[in-house]
Nanobody
């Protein structure tokens, strides 16, 4: 089992920044690819960014490129998401997730473990 706990969500004005963190406990953290997903009311869960096991390879959804940055620290079992230039359409519950798959799994069904989510609200 791998437990994931997100933190760092909140309310921010458009153009502002937030940093989300996800702390893991349980099995070997470095054995998992990690992803951040988000889900807005009435919408499907969507991939924000994925990072490979080593942290050397990442994949960003198009609308997040240049604004969001993912980083992981395998020694501390944490993965962070720095979000800049936030827009009202970024409002959603953000989840971190872990997958045993190699590479950059992009679909929610690729991920076995999920955090409880943290709310991000961007006001206009």
């Amino acid at each position: 089992q791998l437990q994931l706990v997100e933190s760092g969500g909140g309310l921010v004005q458009a153009g502002g920044s937030l940093r989300l963190s996800c702390a893991a406990s349980g099995r070997t953290f470095s054995s998992y690819a990690l992803g951040w997903f988000r889900q807005a009311p009435g919408k499907e869960r969507e991939s924000v960014v994925t990072i490979a096991r080593s942290g050397g390879i990442t994949y960003y959804a198009e609308s997040m490129k240049g604004r969001f940055t993912i980083s992981r620290d395998n020694a501390k079992s944490t993965v962070d998401l720095q979000m800049n230039a936030l827009k009202p359409e970024d409002t959603a519950v953000y989840y971190c997730a872990a997958s045993r798959l190699l590479g950059l799994p992009r679909e929610a069904f690729h991920y076995e473990y999920w955090g409880q989510g943290t709310q991000v609200t961007v006001s206009s």
